[in-house]
């Protein structure tokens, strides 16, 4: 399985981006699928994930009420709406896959086997 990371940009506080993550193969339906991003200096940190099975979605604090993680498996492939951007969003964002059954290991970079080469996401104050 390939990811394939899209959509970053640079932008203003208070703008929306939309970031995609196409997957080739067809079991795209059978992932769970997150999206990482890493500021400078900084660790690689959950942003958004949702399971295969339910579709069930979880977000970080921070983001919770800006950020819509969805999927789109006819397409196979992942988006991350966010909109009103902070500067504390700008990092590289990488999007991740899993075929395994995640539930409670959602938020770990450990559980993803799969990942997108990262699109690059600055908002600007």
């Known amino acids: 399985v390939q990811l394939q990371a899209s959509g970053g940009g640079v932008v203003q506080t208070g703008a929306s981006l939309r970031l995609s993550c196409a997957a080739s193969?067809?079991?795209?339906?059978?992932?769970?699928v997150a999206w990482f991003r890493q500021a400078p200096g900084k660790e690689r940190e959950f942003v958004a994930g949702?399971?295969?099975?339910?579709?069930?979605?979880y977000y970080t604090d921070s983001v919770k009420g800006r950020f819509t993680i969805s999927r789109d498996n006819a397409e196979n492939t992942a988006y991350l709406q966010m909109n009103n951007l902070k500067p504390e969003d700008t990092a590289v964002y990488y999007c991740?896959?899993?075929?395994?059954?995640?539930?409670?290991?959602?938020?770990?970079?450990?559980?993803?086997?799969?990942w997108g080469q990262g699109t690059q996401v600055t908002v600007s104050s």
């Open positions: 991740a896959a899993s075929y395994a059954t995640i539930v409670s290991g959602v938020r770990s970079h450990r559980s993803y086997a799969y």
């Open positions: 193969g067809r079991t795209f339906r059978s992932m769970t």
């Open positions: 949702v399971l295969r099975s339910s579709g069930t979605t």
